[in-house]
T-cell receptor, first 111, second 116 residues
Framework: DAKTTQPNSMESNEEEPVHLPCNHS???????IHWYRQLPSQGPEYVIH???SNVNNRMASLAIAEDRKSSTLILHRATLRDAAVYYC????????????FGKGTHLIIQP | DTGVSQDPRHKITKRGQNVTFRCDPI?????LYWYRQTLGQGPEFLTY????????KSRLLSDRFSAERPKGSFSTLEIQRTEQGDSAMYLC??????????????FGPGTRLTVL
């Protein structure tokens, strides 16, 4: 599995954009980049995934570097409900194996 | 879509006792996963089923752990002769591969096990 590096924690203000970085320099050419988050006392929740192009959905945007060695999850207007641990997970395209979670980034949102 | 459910939500047991947890996946999801999460750590993969077949087991899954999915629907995870080190949150997830979504996994709320 590709190794990932994420900041242990980040802090942001409510209603401001948040950029959560992830380095995955050993990612293989066919691995997708998945992001999950885990709110306090809940199971993880899927956020977004992509391969090469930037991706948008109702929750977030994913910006993938051209060399695919890093990516950034973008929350456009953070709310208090976005306070969670965010995990970046490379995964093979046909992947049926378990997800490999790191320690993730603990996002703190200040009102 | 009622989501993934797990039962019980909390379990307290004494060392040496056996415990069993149940997971009900989202209907029509053919893949089911078990994870374990200890405090301050990300979830760790334990095992995976496709339909009723157990296709992968982590080395974390010692001989005291057994998982089943007899009819390809719900699954059970049993821990025999529990140890204090088994105290953790046990998470279940289910998925169904699609071209658009890949193998997006949907997690249940977890079962928190405390071994005294």
């Amino acid at each position: 599995d590709a190794k990932t590096t994420q900041p242990n924690s980040m802090e942001s203000n409510e209603e401001e954009p948040v950029h959560l970085p992830c380095n995955h320099s050993t990612i293989s050419g066919t691995d997708y980049i998945h992001w999950y988050r885990q709110l306090p006392s809940q199971g993880p929740e899927y956020v977004i995934h992509g391969l090469t192009s930037n991706v948008n959905n109702r929750m977030a945007s994913l910006a993938i570097a051209e060399d695919r060695k890093s990516s950034t999850l973008i929350l456009h207007r953070a709310t208090l409900r976005d306070a969670a641990v965010y995990y970046c997970i490379p995964r093979s395209g046909g992947g049926a194996d378990g997800l490999t979670f790191g320690k993730g980034t603990h996002l703190i949102i200040q009102p | 879509d009622t989501g993934v459910s797990q039962d019980p939500r909390h379990k307290i047991t004494k060392r040496g006792q056996n415990v069993t947890f149940r997971c009900d996946p989202i209907s029509e999801h053919n893949r089911l996963y078990w994870y374990r999460q200890t405090l301050g750590q990300g979830p760790e993969f334990l095992t995976y089923f496709q339909n009723e077949a157990q296709l992968e087991k982590s080395r974390l899954l010692s001989d005291r752990f057994s998982a089943e999915r007899p009819k390809g629907s719900f699954s059970t995870l049993e821990i025999q002769r529990t140890e204090q080190g088994d105290s953790a949150m046990y998470l279940c997830a289910s998925s169904r591969w699609t071209r658009a979504g890949g193998d997006t996994q949907y997690f249940g709320p977890g079962t928190r096990l405390t071994v005294l």
